[in-house]
């Protein structure tokens, strides 16, 4: 094993070790702030949000098959924003979240898309594995090594994503992924045109 190889398996043993237990509330003054990241207009007459998990393959299937049609049809033509909600029903989940959020704004639609269509790859072997995987797919979305050192070893950004998680589970009870809220009504998996239903239907109401 050379230097850089030593390296990132030291950073991702410390990723693994460093985060926190699931459901393990910490003091809300001092938590980090999470927040949602969208597409579309933020005046968009309807609002879907998704809550997906990056380890679920349905969602992957939603993101990489359902959501190009939304984008074209309701997206991009200023009828639907897109909110999108991370559910972490797995410690992977979590971390593919995090180096997800690692990009920011700007980035993060482009990393999710890497996670999503490379998913079968990255969450195969043990924790020090993934959590190395997930290093990589960083690297190759621009950030640094810096970056994503400072990332992968923020323990208090994960228990505050949990805990923001939880919290949108108080406002819809998320069983099962990927479910969409549209117009306010929480609906499970759906094909793409049940949806479009869905919207139309909303559009129509929000005239």
Known sequence: MDRRQALIAASAA????????????????AAPEIVDFALGDPNAPVELIEYASFTCPHCATFHLQVLPQLK???????????VYRE?????????????????????????????Y????????????????NLRRIGLSAGLTDAELDACMQ??????????????????????????????????????????AARIEDALARNQ
């Open 14 to 29: 410390a990723f693994v070790s460093a985060l926190p237990r699931f459901g393990m509330a910490q003091d809300a003054s």
């Open 72 to 82: 074209r049809d309701y997206i991009e033509t200023g009828k639907v924003r897109l």
């Open 117 to 132: 269509r490379t998913q079968r790859e990255w969450t195969q072997g043990d924790a020090a594995t993934i959590a190395g």
């Open 87 to 115: 559910v972490y029903f797995d410690r992977p989940g979590l971390w593919a979240a995090m180096v997800a959020r690692c990009a920011g704004e700007m980035r993060y639609f482009g990393v999710a898309d890497i996670v």
């Open 154 to 195: 923020d323990a208090e950004t994960a228990q505050a994503m949990i805990d923001n998680y939880e919290a949108n589970r108080v406002e819809y009870p998320i069983e099962g992924t990927p479910a969409l809220v549209i117009d306010g009504t929480l609906y499970g998996n759906m094909a793409y045109e049940d949806i």
